[in-house]
């Protein structure tokens, strides 16, 4: 017997195996056993003493029943009784040995004589064989759309630990003849490719396969062999949610192909299987191999031998359900995966063999081989000694302005704009390139470079090679070990013509695009998306040596390193979102570009109300401060032409403005007006909400989500109303009001009793942090009543759903058709500029400065002053609180929809851009879906849209995006929350 992990030298060991293909499907060939539900309860009563109940299972050639009795649930697995009996006490000895190394595998249960774990029986003159194991309680992977990268991972590792349990396992019943063992693939894909229509997908699954082939021909006698599952898929594993709806591995099943072969085998299987849950991108397998290299390191044979062996699994999977169909037409089992082995052989087929071995060596910590090229002559002579410009068209590129990237041509334009010669930079993520509104990865990452040359410029073969022309102006130069590909190349050489080293390639036309690739098997594209960027890139090194100049990008900077910098410096109580968040240096409109060149949507951004980098912003602060910026104390224009432009937007007899810097400080002094004019301090606050971290806003604030101690921590002077929350409160319903007004009426009477003044009462007019939800019909013109018959000031905070952002009205107050005292502002004011504003009236205001000045550093200074006018001028000039109205309905009916369809989506609030999706597990119980929104919000940013979730479960999605947003981004941004629910969470 070889030793475990022996390098497998026999004849059999090769690619095309000298096993007989109608031997290897010789099993295949036949139909099911028969046996149905009577005969196998009959079956379970006589040899195992169980009463119980059977379900069938699906199975592709075997026969098993799920059974349900008083003893426990187990499975009843039928075969035929031709199988070797030495190959089924092997796989029941690999289950014991695997359960003794940590690993969950169901147990094989003895007869009623208690001997016996596998039966031999003749049923209706069938000979079969029968054993009953643990029934593992759980589900299969299989139908679950998407696969996170952690539970790609999780496949991997598992597939690591179960080949490192069985590295030591031996038995006779390895020794078979199998037709999944990919030592055999290529005997059995001739054999079975008659199955297939004589097509285009016959040609192409045998063009596939013959390449795969040659590939693993000079590797197979390097690869190690040893015992193998060979079949850890999503299908044979059993799994369950945990209490943070994180799938956790409940099990390994069926060993039915549980044999010796090569140890990568089981790797390839699982990753082929994975090609099913890759939404057609082959890289997505990437977690699992790195998670199988840190368990058990593979060596460069396996690791280059692994796609290839995955190409085979892919083709023998089809061409054996194709053979399979033929003899079982009706087998439900085989009717329901074929289409998804034709979508895993799809998928593997879309991206070059040598671009998976880079990504694999890759993701395993390996570096691919890359060509000297330090032989090569200059591929541009005249260019020695010259300075080549380098031009930068990354994501912060000064060349960059205000959306300009978005016009065809930008980057043609700006380096034709330079003197020549000048170069675009090899491995640069660019701008120009990343699109919005859709869920996969823009293509940034420049593979090769652009150069600017003099029409004219004589270029020059750095290698002997072949000149192999591809159309007009454009070809490569194939050498021995790398090609060379041109765009813009006049006089070229003709096709098929042979080059020696510093023969002519022609001239330049002025523009020339050119890319190196180690590979002649493809032709490489000019841009790479960010996650197949290092893949390529190993395909597609820089040509600075072949140019004689620096022509490459700075790489970008660590993110996590970054990340690791800011905790260490920055106090963590200033919280990030997402646990690895992308590094965003840019913006513009509603969109956030990370550093390659991703745009997120950007849904949860209510600063900026206009958008991001809007280019009115940058004028506005550059032309302001470079006259001046001090303090409100001095004299200035802009102080009042806003405080004007306030007061005219505020209903009539609003006369006074203070001017600050945020919605804390806003609404800080707005309690301190209330205390000066009502001469009382105690304040009535809505449950829920949320109003600022000083001390006193924070003491106004109840909700949990934001301060988890807030109901125990409230000081004397607070008194908390029930929350009206028309949703999920006590009372619900839009004709609720009578119900919460009921504790307004308590709180005011235990005020009354105790002969405390009353300061005021603060409350968002639409109840934002539970998603902006209305307030019950007449709420606040009640609760305002009654607190100004006590001498109290009514507050509206409007920092977040105020300015136009509820689409329908200006001011949130207006929805209840009230006017409060005192309004407070902040948010968008200055489309992310620190401004917030208190509005009120000269007496309330006058109130204060009998107890003294008011004075802020920042809060009015000209710099400030001027955004917030222009961002006035914008929202008018850019129609865009006409566009929060029009595009917030059609948004609010998209939502509404999604609650009509999907369970999970319990109800949409609010109007305009300020909306709420409330996830709820039950429609009756209301139960928060607090978990799956989380997850819901992850699976949002990996489709490009940035959402969090928010109140005081966590269980809504919080929608304020900037108010630019379009109908395309809506229906974008809905579309993706449609996939995810469907794909289940």
Not at 700 to 718: C, F, G, H, M, Y
Request: proline share 7%; hydrophobic share 40%.
């Amino acid at each position: 017997m070889p030793s475990p992990l022996a390098p497998c030298v026999s004849p059999a060991c090769a690619p095309h195996a000298s096993a007989c293909p109608a031997l290897l499907i010789e099993r295949a060939n036949q139909p099911g056993p028969t046996l149905d539900a009577p005969q196998a309860q009959a079956l379970l009563q006589l040899h195992y003493a169980l009463s119980a109940t059977v379900q069938p299972l699906g199975s592709q050639q075997d026969l098993n029943y799920r059974v349900d009795s008083d003893h426990g649930r187990f499975v009843l697995k039928v075969c035929h009784g031709n199988y070797a009996e030495v190959e089924l006490q092997a796989q029941h000895a690999a289950l014991a040995h695997l359960r003794e190394h940590g690993l969950p595998t169901p147990a094989v249960h003895p007869s009623r004589s208690g001997e016996a774990t596998l039966l031999a029986l003749e049923v209706d003159r069938q000979p079969l064989r029968a054993r009953l194991l643990d029934y593992m309680e759980g589900q299969p992977l299989t139908w679950l759309e998407h696969l996170s990268p952690r539970l790609v991972a999780e496949l991997g590792a598992l597939c690591a630990r179960v080949d490192l349990a069985l590295a030591d396992f031996d038995h006779p019943g390895l020794e078979r003849t199998l037709q999944w063992d990919p030592r055999h693939a290529q005997a059995l894909v001739e054999h079975l490719l008659p199955t297939l229509p004589a097509d285009e997908r016959r040609q192409q699954l045998e063009r596939i396969t013959r390449q795969a082939n040659d590939r693993l021909r000079p590797l197979a006698r390097q690869l190690p062999s040893q015992a193998v599952h060979l079949d850890i898929t999503d299908d044979n594993t059993v799994w369950a949610r945990d209490a943070e709806r994180q799938w956790q591995l409940q099990g390994v099943i069926d060993f039915g192909d549980l044999c010796r072969t090569w140890r990568i085998a089981d790797l390839s299987v699982t990753c082929a299987a994975l090609l099913h849950h890759a939404q057609g991108d082959p890289l997505r397998i990437l977690p699992a191999v790195a998670a199988y290299q840190a368990i058990n390191p593979l060596d460069d044979a396996e690791l280059r031998a692994l796609w290839p062996l995955v190409l085979n699994r892919a083709a023998v999977l089809v061409l054996s359900s194709q053979q399979q169909l033929a003899v079982a037409p009706s087998n439900q089992y085989i009717l329901d995966n074929i289409a998804h082995e034709w979508e895993i052989f799809d998928t593997a087929c879309t991206v070059p063999m040598e671009l998976m071995e880079a990504a694999i060596l890759l993701a395993a910590g390996k570096t691919p081989d890359t060509p000297d090229f330090s032989d090569c002559a200059p591929l541009l002579p005249t260019l020695a000694g010259q300075a080549v410009t380098r031009v930068d068209l990354g994501v912060l590129s000064p060349h960059c302005d205000a959306g300009n990237w978005e016009q065809p041509g930008f980057d043609t334009r700006t380096l034709m704009a330079q003197p020549a010669p000048a170069s675009s930079l090899h491995g640069q993520y660019r701008l120009s390139q990343t699109h919005v509104d859709r869920p996969d990865e823009p293509a940034t990452c420049a593979l090769g470079v652009h150069l600017n040359l003099l029409p004219g410029t004589h270029l020059q073969a750095p290698q002997a090679g072949v000149w192999l022309r591809t159309g007009d102006n454009r070809g490569y130069l194939r050498t021995a070990h790398w090609s060379l590909w041109l765009n813009g190349l006049e006089e070229a050489p003709r096709d098929g013509q042979a080059l020696e080293k510093g023969q002519s390639l022609g001239v330049s036309c002025g523009l020339l695009e050119l890319r190196l690739c180690v590979t002649d098997k493809c032709q490489p594209p000019s841009f790479a998306r960010p996650s197949h960027a290092d893949a390529w890139l190993a395909l597609c090194p820089s040509p600075r040596a072949l140019l004689g100049f620096d022509c490459d990008a700075e790489p970008l900077p660590d993110a996590q390193a970054l990340l690791a910098r800011r905790e260490a410096s920055f106090a963590r109580s200033q919280k990030h979102y997402y646990s690895q968040p992308p590094q965003i240096e840019r913006g513009w409109r509603n969109y956030l570009i990370d550093l390659q060149g991703r745009s997120y949507l950007d849904m949860l951004n209510n600063v900026a109300v206009l958008g991001h980098g809007h280019p009115r912003m940058a004028s506005e602060s550059a032309r302001q401060w470079s006259l001046v910026n001090t303090n409100s104390r001095f004299h200035y224009a802009a102080i009042a032409e806003f405080s004007e432009r306030l007061l005219a937007l505020a209903p009539p007899g609003f006369d006074r403005v203070f001017l600050v810097n945020s919605g804390t400080e806003a609404n800080d002094l707005a309690i301190r007006l209330a205390w000066a004019y009502s001469g009382g301090r105690d304040l009535l606050s809505v449950l829920e909400a949320y109003h600022g971290w000083s001390v006193a806003t924070d003491a106004i604030s109840t909700s949990i989500a934001d301060n988890p101690q807030a109901l125990e921590t409230r000081p004397d002077w607070v008194h908390p109303l029930e929350a009206p929350n028309t949703f999920r409160g006590r009372f619900r319903g839009a004709d609720s009001a009578a119900g919460y007004l009921r504790d307004v009426d308590a709180k005011l009477a235990e005020l009354d009793a105790s002969g405390r003044q009353l300061a005021g009462m603060i409350c968002e007019p639409v109840y934002g942090n539970a998603g902006g939800i209305a307030l019950p019909a007449g709420y606040l013109r009640e609760a305002y009543a009654k607190v100004r018959q006590r001498g109290g000031v009514c507050i509206a905070d409007e920092v977040q759903v105020g300015y136009g952002r509820l689409g329908e009205h200006f001011w949130g107050f207006e929805e209840q058709g009230v006017v409060p005292d005192i309004i407070t502002m902040a948010k968008g004011m200055g489309n992310g500029q620190p401004l917030g504003a208190v509005i009120t009236r000269h007496e309330i205001a006058e109130a204060l400065e009998a107890q003294g000045y008011f004075f802020s550093s920042a809060g009015g200074s000209p710099v400030s002053c001027r955004i917030g006018l222009a961002v006035l001028d914008v929202l008018r000039d850019e129609g865009l609180w006409d566009n929060a109205r029009d595009i917030g309905r059609h948004f609010k009916a998209r939502l509404q929809a999604l609650v009509d369809k999907h369970p999970l989506a319990g109800a949409a609030h609010g109007s305009g851009f300020y909306l709420g999706l409330e996830l709820v597990r039950d429609r009756q119980t209301l139960e928060p879906a607090t978990e799956e929104t989380m997850i819901l919000c992850d699976r949002l940013r990996e489709l490009g849209i940035f959402m969090q979730p928010t109140g005081d479960y966590l269980n809504i999605l919080k929608i304020k995006p900037p108010m630019c947003t379009t109908r395309a981004s809506v229906d974008f941004f809905v579309d993706s929350i449609d996939r995810i629910l469907g794909e289940g969470l």
